[in-house]
Structures are given as C-alpha cells and as structure tokens.
C-alpha cells in the first residue's frame, strides 16, 4: 500500500465504480482494519492539509472533543487503532493520551459527505478533556460547568 492509499491523498477510486477500489461503509479505521484496504477520497487541499476530527464515546454516544488530523496522524491511528491528531499549536503529530495515558481506542472512522470532516468513534479511557472533564464540551454557553470532573490535571501534568 502507498502512502496516498493510506492516507487519501491521491488518486480517484475507478470511474467505472469497482466497489474494489474504495471504503464507502465507514468502517476504514475499524481496529481490525487498521492500516489495511482503501480510504475514500477525503479533501486534504481544500482544508488546508487538516481536516476537523469529533471524537465520540462509542458506548454513550457523547461528543468528547474537537481536534484536527493531519494525513499522517490518520494513518498512525489506523495503523495502531489508537487516535492520532495534529497539533495545530505545536504543529506535530500527538497521540491522544501520550502524556496522561488517557487514550483513545478507535472503534470506528466515519468521514462526512463532502470528506473534509471525521468523526472518530472511540473508547476513552480516563477523561478526554485536559483541564480534567470527561468531554471538553463541559460549559453551556453561559460558563455553567455541566460536565463531569474526573481527574485532577495539576496530577496529571507537569508544569514544565
């Protein structure tokens, strides 16, 4: 497999529609599949080279939070079914969970009708949130905290 096969970068399923060439069901990022078979085309040019990522809790549905993936941090995460994401701050990869070991299991990569968005199905374990909550939607509008608190990030995270 190339690297443009991994990633969706490249070129266009057959014109002639052999179901062969390209994952239409939304299961590319399934861990079994991980790193294995065809990406549908996904739209790295028009978003900038990253696209927007929602993670949600496989299990309860909940959205965890909003990240950006690069084509390299997709193919990390279908490569070890564990979510990758780009660091739009930093500007590198990160593996979700790398400092405090609260990972992402992927379940399932869905991508949406125009492939310039993906929705990450996953099992969290810890919170997904770095100031500490399980989603990092955890305000309404008006700053009420409507999230749950479940660990202390000043235990979590060194200051350095």
Do not use: N
């Not at 096969?5 to 994952?23: L, Y």
């Not at 070890?80 to 990972?103: M, Q």
């Amino acid at each position: 497999m190339t690297d443009a096969d991994a990633t969706g970068e490249g070129g266009d399923a057959d014109p002639a529609g052999d179901p062969g060439d390209a994952d239409t069901t939304g299961d590319a990022g399934r861990p079994g599949d991980a790193g294995s078979g065809p990406v549908v085309d996904l739209d790295w040019e028009g978003s900038g080279g990253l696209l927007p990522v929602v993670a949600q809790d496989a299990g309860t549905g909940e959205v965890l939070m909003l990240a950006y993936v690069s084509p390299e941090a997709l193919e990390r995460t279908r490569e070890t079914g564990l979510a990758h994401y780009h660091s739009r701050s930093r500007d590198e990869l990160w593996k979700k969970g790398g400092t405090s070991g609260h990972v992402q299991r992927i379940d399932e990569v869905r991508v949406d009708c125009d492939g310039d968005a993906l929705l990450y199905r996953v099992h969290q374990e810890g919170g997904a949130c770095h100031t500490g909550f399980q989603s990092c939607f955890h305000r309404d509008l008006s700053g009420e905290e409507v999230g749950e608190r479940v660990f202390d990030p000043d235990e979590v995270y060194d200051d350095d």
